[in-house]
């Protein structure tokens, strides 16, 4: 079936660093876009979201990218902290009323200081 | 900040046993989602509800599973009975009606089946 994967399972960057995660889907249908982020033993945070008519949308040292002609999205953390460690996961939905998310299987940014 | 409220955190119980799970969703939030994510993964969607009317439960897998939102606000989620495959972190998340409403999600409740 359908669905959002990572390509990358794990990523080790150095405090202060750029990072980039990267997540490619799969559904062309899909409209929504959203990045989590899920710190051990917790929930799903919501970090940033971006729709199909963006390709670029920024927020506080985070910047989502949209590629719909390769169905890439990515997720950039800019001066990365330590406490930016956790798995960040892409998530996808058509933007309708009652759609729920799909989500990849994540990527573990691990920064060491 | 409102948030999602879920419990217990963590639940361990014995196979063949029963379990519940508990969920108060943001206040106003029609749209409240059951999500399961086995350690390693992603989460995965299990049921959905619209006010007190359920959208999609097509991923559930009702033998042993059954969720309820009987006045459309908290809602528990009821394993019954549970095996050993079960074990996971069982995700409640909520959202305003409409296109695009960012989902939130609870701190989950982590259930270990011996």
């Known amino acids: 079936g359908e669905s959002v994967g990572l390509h990358l399972p794990t990523l080790s960057v150095q405090e202060g660093d750029n990072s980039i995660i990267n997540c490619a889907y799969s559904?062309?249908?899909?409209?929504?876009f959203i990045w989590y982020k899920q710190e051990s033993g917790k929930g799903p945070q919501f970090i940033i979201d971006?729709?199909?008519?963006?390709d670029k949308r920024q927020g506080q040292r985070v910047t989502v990218l949209l590629n719909k002609t390769v169905k890439h999205l990515s997720l950039q953390i800019a001066a990365t902290q330590p406490g930016d460690s956790a798995v960040y996961f892409c998530?996808?939905?058509?933007?309708?009323?009652?759609?729920?998310?799909?989500f990849g299987k994540g990527t573990t940014l691990s920064v060491s200081s | 900040e409102a948030e999602v409220a879920q419990s217990p955190r963590y639940k361990i119980t014995e196979k063949s046993q029963a379990v519940a799970f508990w969920c108060d969703p943001i206040?106003?939030?029609?749209?409240l989602y059951w999500y399961r994510q086995i350690l390693g993964q992603g989460p995965e969607l299990l049921v959905q509800?619209?006010?007190?009317?359920?959208v999609d439960d097509s991923q559930l897998p009702k033998d042993r599973f059954s969720a309820e939102r009987l006045k459309g606000v908290d809602s528990t989620l009821k394993i019954q009975p549970a095996e050993l495959g079960d074990s996971a972190m069982y995700l409640c998340?909520?959202?305003?009606w409409g296109a695009g409403n960012t989902i939130y999600f609870g701190e989950g409740s982590w259930l270990t089946v011996v």
């Open positions: 998340a909520s959202s305003s």
């Open positions: 559904n062309s249908a899909s409209d929504y």
């Open positions: 971006i729709r199909s008519n963006m």
């Open positions: 998530a996808e939905n058509i933007d309708q009323a009652g759609t729920a998310l799909i």
């Open positions: 206040s106003g939030h029609a749209t």
């Open positions: 509800f619209q006010d007190e009317s359920v």
